[in-house]
């Protein structure tokens, strides 16, 4: 990509985060700190979206960024975004003496979720270093749906429901297999991590290879974390994305069931550093939403998440460097009690 078509993408991006309404050449111009005419932006806007980085809107002449788009843009383009007045309020929270980790959490999410208009999830979980993965089984239900079983090395048995019409029944079956000859008896929690060797062969034998793979590890996953908590729920339906009934239903769904661990891949190097899932990279039939959020450790080891969930127009850069600046507050906090 050229730097006048980054530079294009990201004003289209930014733009469309703020407004919620369709990119023109015109406003375009406008905002561009280069000179650049009208054409030029057409011709290199079309350009964009035969790469699939962004989609033409059905109602205007506007553009907006797709999940290829946003992900380009949180990967390359996003800069720092202030966030001084933010953290004013959710320190006074943390300077509070006599208060929980928990009622810490809890005020911080609720103060997030005003801020942002998504909704925040907290979890906590503390994953038994016995736990392994021995088996994953496919069972067809009927000519749409088919289950995968997960079997935990405790006896337990967690299992998904897969809709055939995201992923063929094929496809499922080799993903199993190379689950089975790669995974088992892995580590619950290391599944994750090591699953993303297996990558680069699903991505070339399966069409919706981030899918499937996150669908799997949510399943897992779920099976050992604990205590979740949502806030924010009708902040989130304030934003326009959700005028549609049938939207609200999946995301709400989509919340309940799945574990905040796997919406987003564990920093190896760095545990607080926030990480981004966009549409379909959030093991969700459906590619409207977007998921950011942080891990952070406990004083007793436990590993927690916070997430923020919404739809894909989220301000990247203020919520990415507000979750990071969180997750080293909630350590150090932790770190204070444990002394």
Do not use: C
């Amino acid at each position: 990509m050229t730097s006048r078509q980054s530079a294009i993408l990201k004003a289209i991006t930014e733009e469309y985060i703020k407004t919620a309404s369709p990119v023109g050449s015109k406003r375009i111009q406008e905002v561009l700190e280069i000179e650049i005419s009208s054409a030029t932006i057409r011709n290199e806007s079309a350009f964009l979206e035969e790469k699939g980085y962004l989609e033409k809107a059905h109602t205007s002449s506007g553009r907006v960024p797709s999940s290829k788009g946003y992900r380009y843009y949180v990967d390359n383009l996003m800069s720092s975004n202030n966030i001084e007045d933010y953290k004013s309020q959710i320190e006074d929270i943390f300077k509070r003496r006599g208060s929980t980790i928990d009622e810490i959490l809890e005020q911080t999410s609720a103060i997030l979720s005003e801020m942002t208009n998504l909704a925040t999830v907290v979890s906590k979980s503390n994953y038994s270093d016995e736990l392994l993965l021995a088996k994953v089984e496919l069972v067809r239900l009927d000519e749409r749906n088919a289950v995968v079983l997960f079997v935990l090395s405790n006896g337990k048995i967690e299992n998904k429901i897969i809709d055939l019409d995201n992923v063929t029944f094929e496809e499922l079956q080799i993903a199993i297999e190379l689950f089975n000859d790669r995974l088992i008896n892995s580590k619950i929690s290391e599944i994750e991590y090591k699953s993303q060797a297996i990558l680069p062969v699903l991505k070339q034998q399966i069409k919706k290879y981030e899918f499937v793979l996150q669908t799997f590890i949510n399943a897992i996953l779920h099976a050992n974390s604990s205590q979740s908590k949502t806030s924010g729920m009708s902040n989130l339906l304030q934003n326009p994305e959700f005028n549609d009934p049938e939207k609200i239903k999946t995301l709400i769904g989509f919340i309940e069931n799945a574990s905040p661990f796997a919406w987003f891949k564990t920093q190896s190097t760095n545990i607080s550093k926030p990480a981004v899932a966009i549409g379909f990279e959030t093991g969700i039939g459906n590619d409207d939403f977007a998921v950011i959020g942080t891990n952070f450790l406990t004083n007793r080891g436990e590993q927690g998440s916070l997430a923020l969930v919404g739809p894909k127009r989220i301000e990247y850069n203020k919520v990415s460097k507000l979750l990071e600046w969180i997750s080293q507050m909630i350590e150090e906090r932790f770190n204070e009690e444990e002394k």
